[in-house]
């Protein structure tokens, strides 16, 4: 009796785990599906088998690099794109509006005018003029700019760069003609703050009787004008070598125009890039005959460069992520050939090609998923930190990679957009899946009789 009581005792506690485990089991296909489950056993008894091991490490080592790479690239490309619109065409104007023949007469008048357009934040008036500069007997070419002193300072952030003098002592009457220079210039003709040099512009008088050939085709003697310097910038790259500032009263006794006439009228816009778009609109309604001139003209090279660059360096580095990627197909071939027995037992079981398709899908981007993982990872941590790392390299190999005497900036710029990380991420992910699909494909087509019999 009691052998019976315990026989029947210990079948309920059998019962009862079996019924544990079968519950067990359930909730685990429920939760996860035995393709994937087939799939984490597969990539986890594949350590160990030291070539098909190798290939997949080098293969999620590959989809990381690539894609660590294009995200610092893109970001190194967006760096360069914000300095060009908030470094460089702070001095550079957005748009000008520059007179045909007649000067722009009330230019004040024109200004608020202009400053009624909700696209355009500030305009202030200019005249460009182009000369040379003379101390002793050097001799430098340049394009001088007669501003209004205050109102300058509200489309153009020059007064940030001033390095010696000051901007205002343009307008101050004590010193009397003065100009700004670059530090290029300065550095150029060896001139300082005080100094005293002569600048040549060409004659704007007019000849009398144009029908007189021999008057048309005399040379006029260049103008000559005494000037002080008053201060000099320092911006960066071709800028300080070009660039000079008057007083826009002094450029228009130059040019021999009347009070409140001006050349042009320059524009600060809210989006540089709509620049052209938004210059023509305001030109078509503006009542004097004006060129129609923006900073894509002038400096859009740079921006197109950009573009380029980035465009090239995207397609490059996709496909090193392609070529990393397609490592996959030989791991999961490798993976197919080892487990045919496995794959045959499975079919006689009644197992689906669906299902030995995706077991082997899901095995080969489990690399992909860790690789773009890991790489997306470390793009950002660099991209973030792009500027310090190579600002320490530089001091530990003694170099500079930009010069600011070249480019208008001297470091390496970077600005992370999560959307470039999520493209990124995103086409590693597809074509890792891509890679996975033919390997898969050949598992679904073993045949059990085959395999098994070779058993």
Aim: glycine share 6%; with cysteine; aromatic share 8%.
């Amino acid at each position: 009796m009691t052998n019976e009581t315990s026989s029947n005792s210990s079948v309920c506690k059998n019962s009862v785990s079996n019924s544990h485990t079968v519950s067990e089991k359930a909730k685990h296909s429920i939760f996860k599906p035995l393709s994937m489950f087939l799939a984490l056993r597969y990539v986890r008894s594949r350590h160990g088998h030291g070539f098909s091991t190798f290939i997949s490490a080098s293969s999620t080592i590959g989809i990381a690099l690539g894609v660590m790479v294009l995200i610092v690239a893109l970001s190194t490309m967006n760096g360069f794109e914000r300095e060009l619109a908030h470094k460089l065409l702070s001095i550079v104007p957005h748009a000008e509006l520059m007179s045909v023949d007649k000067p722009i007469s009330n230019w004040p008048l024109s200004v608020k005018a202009i400053e009624k357009n909700p696209e355009v934040l500030t305009a202030a008036p200019v005249i460009n003029l182009t000369g040379m500069m003379q101390y002793k007997t050097q001799l430098k070419a340049l394009e001088i700019r007669g501003v209004d002193v205050d109102l300058e300072t509200l489309v153009s952030d020059i007064e940030n760069y001033i390095i010696e003098g000051s901007w205002q002592a343009l307008s101050s009457e004590s010193i009397g003609n003065g100009i700004i220079i670059g530090a290029g210039v300065a550095k150029k003709l060896s001139v300082k703050l005080g100094d005293k040099v002569q600048i040549l512009l060409p004659s704007t008088n007019n000849l009398e009787s144009t029908d007189d050939i021999t008057k048309r085709n005399v040379f006029s003697a260049p103008l000559k004008r005494q000037v002080n310097i008053v201060g000099v910038f320092k911006f960066g790259g071709t800028i300080d070598e070009t660039l000079a500032y008057i007083s826009l009263a002094q450029a228009a006794e130059i040019k021999g125009y009347q009070e409140n006439e001006a050349q042009g009228i320059r524009l600060k816009l809210d989006d540089v890039f709509s620049a052209p778009s938004v210059a023509r609109s305001i030109a078509y309604n503006f009542n004097h005959y004006v060129y129609i001139m923006d900073w894509t003209r002038t400096q859009g090279h740079l921006f197109n460069d950009i573009q380029m660059v980035r465009m090239v360096m995207f397609i490059v580095l996709v496909l090193v992520i392609a070529v990393a990627s397609f490592n996959i197909v030989s791991t999961l071939i490798m993976a197919v050939n080892d487990k045919k027995g496995d794959i045959a037992i499975l079919k006689t079981m009644g197992a689906s090609s669906k299902l030995i398709m995706l077991t082997f899908i899901y095995q080969g981007l489990v690399n992909g998923l860790l690789g773009s993982a890991f790489g997306g990872f470390l793009g950002v941590v660099l991209a973030l930190n792009l500027a310090n790392i190579v600002a320490f390299f530089e001091g530990l190999l003694t170099l500079k990679l930009l010069s600011a005497d070249v480019y208008f900036i001297d470091h390496i710029p970077s600005q992370l957009n999560m959307s470039d990380v999520y493209v990124t991420v995103i086409v590693a992910i597809i074509m890792s899946l891509l890679a996975t699909i033919y390997p898969a494909w050949r598992a679904t087509k073993i045949e059990p009789a085959q395999v098994l019999g070779q058993l």
